[in-house]
Every structure is written in C-alpha cells, then in structure tokens.
C-alpha cells in the first residue's frame, strides 16, 4: 500500500529495491533519482560515520533528520547501485530516459553500474553549483555530475536541445534534506521527460523530484526509506498548487 497517493504523486515508504521489484514493468516514463553517494571520506571507518558530520561543514545549524544508507564501501555500492537500477531498468518502458546525481568519487562507479543494468549510457550532464571550499593548490571542487541513459537507445528525437551545464547555487534555507539539489535544476531536468510523462524515483529524499514533476505537469512515483521524509515529501507535494499547463 502506498504512504500516499493522489494525482501527481504515489509514495512508498520503505526500501529501494523492495519497492521496485513490485512495480509494473514497462510501467515509467523516466527515471531521475539522487541516490546515497557513499561518498565523501577517505576510509571506511570515516564513510561509515553519520552523514551530518560528512557532508557539512562544522557550525552547520539546520538539523535534518537521520539519513540511512551512505556507508557502503566502493564495491558493495556498485553492486547495490547495479541492483536498483536493473529494477529500475525492468519498470522503465522502451527509450526513457535516466538521470543519476552521483560526485566525482563515486562517478566511475555509477556509470559501471548504469551500464551492467542494461541502461545505455549517453553522457553527462554538469550541475555547477558554484559553493566548494576554495583548495589550495588543487582545483574547487564545485561540480556535480547527472549520469545520463537511455533504455535501448534515444527513439524518437525530441525539438528540444538541451544545455549539458546548470548552474544553480545551493541556497541553505530551502533545503529540506542534507544532500537536497536546488528545485529549479530539477525542473530544468524534466525537460528530458515526455510532456505528461510518469517519473520514477527510488530515492526520494525531500521531495525534490516529485515537486519538480508537480510543477511540469508529469506525475511522480518513487519511495523513501525513512518515514520522516516520507511525510516531508507527501506534505511538500499536498499544498503544491496543481500547475496550469
């Protein structure tokens, strides 16, 4: 049974992949989705600790609640990422697209797994976000990057050209998740998806995904494996205003 269901948005809460494998096949218009990076520490037992201490800066005051999953080591995470995305593959009709966030860290791994699922892989896509620390010596690292595939190829070619950077700068206020992308990104993003389409994503977080769906007139259907977020997202989409397209 869904945790929420209505027009624009069907929300599971619970594990990834248990929610995939019970979905249709050839059921989805798109997958666009920002998964636990894994990322962002230099050992095990540092990639293992709470993700407030990983991802933010120390003096941070915005509290999030506990975020699960981001401890797995370099092959445990490709091998994960491999297995939801085959799900996600087998829910996915014929030439839609998908979009993956992942960093620099975990990019060669994302792009193995995306490919091992049976996805073909098409490119990249760069979201600036012009915040990095300045690193003496070494370039800012102020780049994220959106993996880019297709299920057996692009189809139908769409009129619209589509630019392969996005700045959009990270605004702290308006993130309801720690690892939250900016929601204009995301409605730049759709633009991949079939007017009207159906988005899937396993890893919905705050929201963002779904919110950005609302506003281009698609629909959303993705799940959250901790409840807190759950009703973050179902509350975020349920006083939305149905869009005018």
Known sequence: MPFYHDDWLTLYQGDALSV??????????????????????????????????????????????????????????????????????????MHAPLLVFTDWRQLPSVTDAVQAAGWQWRGLVVWHKASARPMQGEFRRDTEFVVYARKGGRGQASPHCLPGVFRYPVIPSQKLHLTSKPLPLLVDLMAIVPEGGLVL?????????????????????????????AAITRDRVMTMEAPTI
């Open 20 to 93: 995939l494998r019970g979905l249709p096949a050839e059921h989805v218009d798109a997958v666009i989705t920002d998964p636990p990076y894994n990322s962002g520490a230099a050992t095990l037992s540092a990639k293992q600790a709470d993700p407030a201490q990983k991802y933010q800066s120390t003096g941070t005051r915005k509290v999030y609640p506990t975020m699960l999953g981001d401890g797995r080591d370099q092959r445990s995470f490709t091998l994960w990422c491999t297995l939801w995305l085959t799900e996600c593959w087998r829910s996915a009709r």
């Open 201 to 229: 994503d396993p890893f919905l977080g705050g929201g963002t995904t779904a919110a950005a769906a609302k506003t281009t007139g698609r629909s959303c259907v993705g799940c959250e494996l901790l409840a807190e977020y």
